[in-house]
């Protein structure tokens, strides 16, 4: 079975300094899915950023980052020029891509609180 | 174009009560996904269903939990005597078609339950 690890239970920043959120999986398969979400106080689950494996170029969306090393099974996310807006849990989830495929695998989350 | 829909987005019952929580999936979307969320951790899978079938109930506890997804209406989990392990936040999520390749999951805003 696969699991996901998040080591950090919390994180600060400051605003519009660089933060990394660390994310380790274990899986035995070669084809599947990262993914960072982001759930605000609202509890809504957010769509921040997506990696597939098959793919060597790390994700980029705007101020946000992934570092994927699939030999280590490390997917960690990285946010610049952090804004208040983004003091929220993220979770970080895992998707295989065979089979039904429909199951994301959560980490713990890491809350990370954005600082004047 | 309305996202994914959930309701009640708060519900409070008695232990041995039952709980029904509704999701609406996003307009298009015929693939549907309950995960759980307790307090402090991350979501996990529940089930998975297509319009009137049951695609992957492996996260699904064996007994006094049941999921639906009938040809009209909204998708229902329900939960026959709560008892207090039951409090948690419980996530819908729905997709266009199965998430093969690179769909993503657009949850709704979830629906907490409290049991006393």
């Known amino acids: 079975a696969q699991t996901v690890t998040q080591s950090q239970p919390e994180m600060s920043v400051q605003e519009a300094e660089t933060v990394t959120l660390s994310c380790t999986y274990d899986t035995s398969e070669s084809d599947y899915y990262l993914f960072w979400y982001k759930q605000p106080p609202s509890r809504q689950m957010i769509l921040v950023i997506r990696q597939e494996a098959y793919k060597q170029q790390n994700a980029t969306e705007n101020r946000f980052s992934v570092n994927f090393q699939k030999a280590a099974k490390s997917f960690s996310l990285k946010i610049s020029d952090s804004q208040l807006g983004d003091a929220a849990m993220y979770f970080c989830a895992y998707r295989t891509n065979t089979g039904t495929a429909s199951k994301l695998t959560f980490g713990t989350g890491t809350r990370l609180q954005v600082t004047l | 174009n309305a996202g994914v829909m959930q309701n009640p987005r708060h519900l409070v019952r008695r232990r041995g009560q039952e709980a029904r929580l509704r999701c609406s999936p996003m307009k298009g979307h015929s693939h549907v996904y309950w995960y759980r969320q307790l307090p402090e951790e991350g979501l996990k899978f529940m089930v998975y269903?297509?319009?009137?079938?049951?695609?992957?109930e492996s996260g699904m506890p064996k007994e006094r939990f049941s999921a639906e997804f009938p040809k009209e209406g909204p998708s229902i989990l329900r939960i026959q005597q709560v008892v207090r392990g039951d409090s948690a936040a419980y996530f819908c999520?729905?997709?266009?078609?199965?998430?093969?390749?690179?769909?993503?999951?657009?949850f709704g805003a979830g629906s907490r339950l409290t049991v006393l």
């Open positions: 269903l297509q319009k009137e079938n049951i695609i992957d």
């Open positions: 999520a729905s997709s266009r078609r199965g998430v093969e390749g690179a769909n993503v999951l657009t």
